[in-house]
């Protein structure tokens, strides 16, 4: 059984910053993508970031681009989202995944979910 747990969201200002995590467990996190996306209130569910299983490869929605910064630690089982500049706009419930198979910036593709972490930005 794989688990996916995010931690780190609250309340921030605008031009504030954030750390989001996602501790995985049951699975052998070191071998497998990771990506991060957000769901707004009345949107769909979209891509943030994807890690690939070293850390050597990244990449961003554009909206993110130059403000967050994703990581991993593999001997935590550990994914982090840095989350710099925040803007009202950013307000959503983050989510992290994991991918088994080969690099994917979709979420039709990620195979298994956290339960997500609610990040507000006020203005």
């Known amino acids: 059984q794989v688990q996916l747990v995010e931690s780190g969201g609250g309340l921030v200002q605008a031009g504030g910053s954030l750390r989001l995590s996602c501790v995985v467990s049951?699975?052998?996190?070191?071998?497998?993508?990771m990506g991060w996306f957000c769901q707004a209130p009345g949107k769909e569910r979209e891509f943030v970031a994807f890690?690939?299983?070293?850390?050597?490869?990244?990449t961003y929605a554009d909206s993110v681009k130059g403000r967050f910064t994703i990581s991993r630690d593999n001997a935590k089982n550990t994914v982090y989202l840095q989350m710099n500049s925040l803007k009202p706009e950013d307000t959503a419930v983050y989510y992290c995944?994991?991918?088994?198979?080969?690099?994917?910036?979709?979420?039709?593709?990620?195979?298994?979910w956290g339960k997500g972490t609610l990040v507000t930005v006020s203005s």
């Open positions: 049951g699975r052998t996190f070191s071998r497998y993508g």
């Open positions: 890690i690939n299983w070293s850390g050597g490869s990244t």
């Open positions: 995944a994991v991918r088994v198979g080969t690099w994917s910036t979709w979420k039709e593709d990620m195979d298994y």
